[in-house]
């Protein structure tokens, strides 16, 4: 039974418009019928501001969300050095021979943004194993005993897909870039599952107050299970979908899993490939030749295949322009699917002009984080100048008739949901950044809406204040989050707001309005 179940119905007054939702947590009406449709035993909530279908972030990492509140934080440190201190602080508390697993750091923003060295960490963290994932998760630095313990020396080749950066003399510099982090990886030790679940549960409550009723996750197993077992003891306090990596799809081959599979709590999905790794780290796959693809076309090609067979939905992350056409090509006209056939590039930050209204043609979604923009301005303009003006491209795709599903990539960046409407639609005129390339704030909330929804299947039941679809609301006042409904319950409110009133309590009041 779905916490939703066990309420009477409610109305939520006050906000514009009001909303009252029935005992089974789907809405009885909006505007000037939701008094009368929530009757006179209703609960009453009273909330300000504008209420809005309920946020979703149709791409973010859950499982990296946990993690980040078990390992070393790095995010926000400004130099190498005071990213160091952190190391060297963190390592005191450590066993002598334990491992020091971070993330975030972000080397373009120090004041020298070369990448660091091995040699580095092995001064602050007294010689034990290192292993610090960049801001973008799509390189890491590592200490000598890292390497050490994974067996990767100067004679060790990069494997398919990745790099070892190495100096002059061909020894390993401590920096492994997308494949090659697996490398070592696979070494690093793996929080328990009950610590897991601890920094799950806080990630997810971390998420409702910033508005989100919804997630589309893009996890591994791991992170898979703790969603399960967090399910199991009514702990999601909102919606989430998943997505699995490309390396499980014989599983779910082997098991009949498809689309949809699950409840309106944790779903199934679709299946999670890079084509190429990204921008800060410099892998992404452009068309001049740079970066490092992660998956060859004849595979790309044949994963598709075997998805649509199998009903199982695909997400590809493409960020440079070689890869979005690669991923284009792909999913060309030839290879329709089933009825809920919702194929996405994730990402999708640069393409060539030529590729925008192929979107559209084809039925491919662009899965956006506007936010990035924020962030890789600076180094788009100073790495990529020649794709700028077709990079982060939101308006270009909408007037080619794409469909566009937003979210943050968090933990990446933030999960906030009203930054990524803002940096949408209303940083890129503000800092004169290709503002052609912006859209409207209600293409950006739609964005967030009813083409999240449509983007995992859920149009039915979310993206809308409409009677019948799921009372999700994400409740606004003066630009920030008053509260946070899922299911016709409160999930979050900010604190002061007024507390729910029985009907009884306020028969009275509310006949006379």
């Not at 939701?34 to 972030?57: K, S, Y």
């Not at 077709?390 to 906030?416: C, H, I």
């Not at 949901?417 to 209303?426: E, H, K, N, S």
Request: glycine share 10%; aromatic share 6%.
């Amino acid at each position: 039974m779905t916490p939703a179940a066990k309420q009477r119905a409610v109305l939520f007054a006050g906000c514009k418009p009001e909303v009252a939702a029935g005992p089974d947590g789907r809405i009885l009406a909006v505007g000037t019928r939701a008094r009368v449709a929530a009757g006179r035993g209703a609960e009453i909530v009273r909330l300000r501001g504008a209420a809005w279908p309920g946020l979703i972030d149709a791409h973010i990492h859950l499982e990296g969300l946990a993690d980040r509140g078990l390992t070393l934080e790095l995010s926000g440190a400004r130099s190498v050095e005071a990213t160091l201190a952190r190391v060297e602080r963190w390592s005191k508390a450590l066993p002598r021979k334990a491992w020091v697993v971070g993330a975030g750091w972000y080397n373009d923003a120090w004041p020298d943004p070369a990448f660091p060295t091995r040699r580095q960490l092995d001064r602050a963290a007294g010689g034990r194993p290192v292993y610090l994932r960049r801001k973008d998760g799509h390189s890491a630095w590592v200490s000598s005993a890292a390497l050490a313990l994974a067996g990767v020396d100067r004679t060790t080749p990069d494997p398919p897909g990745g790099v070892f950066d190495r100096d002059d003399l061909g020894e390993p510099t401590g920096i492994i870039r997308e494949l090659a982090m697996d490398v070592v990886a696979r070494y690093e030790p793996q929080p328990t599952d009950a610590d897991l679940d601890r920094g799950m549960a806080r990630a997810l409550a971390a998420l409702t107050r910033l508005g989100l009723t919804g997630v589309h996750s893009m996890d591994g197993a791991r992170g898979f299970a703790s969603l399960q077992r967090l399910h199991a003891r009514g702990k999601l306090p909102l919606r989430v979908t998943y997505n699995l990596p490309l390396a499980d799809l014989r599983h779910a081959e082997r098991m009949g899993v498809r689309s949809g599979w699950g409840d309106r709590w944790l779903r199934f999905w679709g299946v999670k490939a890079f084509l190429d790794g990204s921008l800060g780290s410099r892998t992404a796959e452009m068309l001049d030749g740079a970066g490092t693809p992660r998956l060859a076309q004849p595979e790309l090609v044949d994963m598709i295949d075997r998805c649509i067979r199998a009903e199982l939905n695909v997400c590809l992350h493409a960020i440079g322009d070689g890869a979005v056409r690669r991923a284009l090509d792909a999913l060309s006209p030839r290879r329709r699917g089933w009825s809920k056939w919702r194929p996405r590039i994730e990402h999708a930050q640069c393409m060539h002009p030529k590729d925008q209204k192929r979107f559209a043609s084809i039925g491919v979604i662009a899965s956006m984080q506007p936010i990035h923009a924020v962030s890789d301005r600076e180094l788009a303009d100073s790495e990529w100048p020649s794709v700028t003006a077709n990079a982060y491209a939101w308006g270009a795709l909408q007037r080619a008739g794409a469909r566009l599903a937003f979210g943050s990539d968090a933990p990446v960046e933030s999960a906030d949901p009203l930054l990524g409407i803002d940096a949408a639609a209303g940083w890129r005129r503000r800092a004169r950044w290709h503002p052609e390339l912006a859209v409207s704030k209600a293409s950006a909330l739609r964005a967030y809406t009813a083409d999240a929804a449509y983007a995992a299947g859920m149009e039915d039941d979310v993206g809308f204040l409409k009677p019948g679809f799921l009372c999700d609301l994400t409740v606004v006042h003066d630009g920030k989050v008053e509260a946070t409904v899922v299911g016709g319950r409160v999930r979050w409110r900010r604190p002061g707001a007024a507390s729910p009133r029985s009907a009884s309590s306020a028969r009275s009041r509310s006949s006379r309005r």
